[in-house]
């Protein structure tokens, strides 16, 4: 089971908070333009926050499987029989080295960063091609 650290989904939360603390401050000053970048911050980064406390658990093996968040906090069973490919996508940018896992199931295209899963993708990958043999 590989789920997102609690830590950034607090801080996602607080920067929500903290946006729309500054949209209710920029509101009362009478800045028009404060509120339009604040209200769509405090819902973006609240949101994104809130999903990570909802749905922590972004991608679960077992014998049958694997279950992945679907939509905002849904979730899909995938048999193993119907993944196509488990890979991983290695970028290098800028000197920056991002790894990003891809499950190809033919109809979906599941795609998970280090983020959603709590550990490096290519050690993600590894795993699930053991437990899918």
């Known amino acids: 089971m590989w789920r997102v ?10 920067g929500g908070l903290a946006c729309a603390g500054l949209a ?20 973006l980064i609240g949101a994104m926050g ?4 909802i749905a922590p658990v972004r991608l679960a ?5 694997i279950t992945v968040v679907h939509g905002f906090a849904g ?6 029989e119907t993944i196509w490919d488990i890979k991983v996508d290695v ?4 000197g920056l080295r991002s790894e990003i896992l891809e499950i190809d199931t033919g ?10 899963l709590g550990a490096p993708p290519t050690e993600v990958a590894a ?7």
């Open 75 to 80: 979730r899909r069973h995938v048999p193993w």
């Open 107 to 116: 109809d979906y295209l599941h795609i998970f960063s280090p983020h959603d």
């Open 5 to 14: 650290r609690r830590e950034p989904a607090i801080f996602k939360i607080i």
């Open 61 to 65: 093996a077992d014998e049958s499987g």
């Open 127 to 133: 795993a699930l091609r053991r437990r899918g043999t």
């Open 24 to 43: 209710v401050y920029w509101w009362a000053a009478g800045d028009v333009r404060g509120v339009i970048l604040a209200v769509p911050a405090a819902v």
């Open 50 to 53: 809130l999903r990570d406390l």
């Open 91 to 94: 970028r290098r940018r800028w």
